[in-house]
């Protein structure tokens, strides 16, 4: 049996260096320090230090280091005397890793010289304390990991600060608690109902970042960051850290309300695709646009337009439970038409009745006072101007000074654009806020929507977006449930329905039996594209409505919806 050849290294005065430092640890020497004592111990031995290779702030858990592998692949080419380092630790936390590191740089004989560690490199003795080293690295790495996540933990439990930045908050760094901050919190309240009361993402997106917003990393929002933002739970007071949840841990930024109606159009627009949430038009695909809205009363399942071709050919189209088509729940499917002329009768008397209007204009005052009285919003936006227009006077002077280069030119285009998406965005609230603040200009507006056409398909999906939050359809009525109050609710029985409705011979709007086989599943969609009215996107947000039932069955509304 050949005799293994003794370890010699290669015969120059070379020395290579590595450094690297774990930003979990605290009591490790820094790049800064390893570098001074690596050049310190090659000077008094007569090494020339002709490469050196660093890892700032990256685990020794992982061989996916940059300055780690430029070593192991320049190494064989450089063929140096030595290698130094600060510890065994320094080129790896992981036994595998470090088994494979060392043997890539002593084929290519070099050695390794660790400063603040002493191995033995003869006898055998050096082998075991080599391999204790190791395994003391990854045992420090395991523990320190553990002890970490320990930490973590204790944090999320008690609803602190765990690294994790938020658009909106801020942190009491005496407390470590989540704070609202007040230069960011008004625009995630702005964000969510906004997107609430029908704007689109991208428009969203466009409008902050237009004027000067940005994420808590310094990038500009999109439509991906705007999505996990507006679905984030820690706006309604949900503190979250992997599996454990704190409830009341955040402070509220937006209410369970508003937060809710973002979270159906998110679930609405899934649901349709990006095509069918603009809307089918033509006979042969109508718009299911009670979707989204309309409910199981039964089972609490959400309702989706389906179409059905009879043995004739015929094709009919049905509002259908979506548990009942999985056998959960026992509500047929019901006709399409009979649902919506029910629907769009309490739409056509909320508006059509000059009482019921200003009714509703004083109830919009009243909930405008208690909920929206606030003035975050808009002292926000104006103290992010002051804080363009001081970057901008900063830089006038940088140019008046003769500093003059495309990049200050670039940046002081920037900042005039955002003076100007700020003036446009202040001038609108202040609109709002002053068309708001009195029952006398609300009245005057609502003065303006009364008698509108809800048989136009647009005025229609924009009074039932805005006044209307669910439909449950149950086996013997219609409930209609209102925004802004759980007391709001209309009930349609069928008895009543057949009394206002003579082309009406059925006891009530169900079809049972299978005589129809479905072969669309769903179709529809809620809206046609966002509200074009400013009138309407400025004020019907705050209605809150206020029909009984004596009065809405009364002989000078039954009007019928269709001519």
Known sequence: MARKKKFAPNDNNLAIAYYRFSSHSQNEASIDQQHELAHEWADAHGFKIVQEYEDAAISGTTDARPGFQQMLSEVAKIRPHTLIMWKTDRLGRDKYVLAMAKKKIRDAGCEIHLLAEHIPTEGPEGVLIEGLMEAMAEYYSRQLSQNIQRGMDYNAQHALYNGHKLFGYDVDRSTKKYIPDP??????????????????????????????????????????????????????????????????GMPVLVDEATFDRAQRRFAENKRKGSQRAHGMDGSEAPRYWLTGKLYCGECGSTMQGVSGTSKTGRTYYYYYCSAQRRKECHLHKARKRDLEDMVLFALHNIVDDEENVTALALDAAEYYEKNHNGTAYLEALEAKRREVEKSLANLVKVIEKGVVSDTVTERLAQLEEQKSALNDAIGTENVRVSLCEDRHSIQAYFDKFLHADVNDPEIRDQVFEYFVDKVYLYDDKLVVSMW???????????????????????????????????????????KQGPAKSTWLALFIPLLRLKIHLPAFFSASHCQKPYS
């Open 183 to 248: 230069n960011t919190a008004p625009f995630v309240q702005w964000a969510f109902g906004e997107y609430a009361s029908g704007k689109p993402l991208k428009t969203i997106a466009e409008e902050m970042n237009a004027q000067g917003l940005r994420t808590p990393r310094n990038a500009k929002f999109s439509v991906n960051m705007l999505n996990k933002m507006l679905k984030n739970r820690a706006y309604i007071g949900e503190y979250h850290h992997g599996d454990i949840v704190v409830a009341g």
């Open 484 to 526: 802004f109050s759980e007391d709001d609710k209309q009930e349609i029985t069928w008895r009543d329905w057949f009394s206002l409705d003579e082309y009406w011979t059925d006891e009530s709007p169900f079809v049972k039996g299978g005589s129809v086989e479905f072969d669309c599943f769903p179709l529809g969609s809620t």
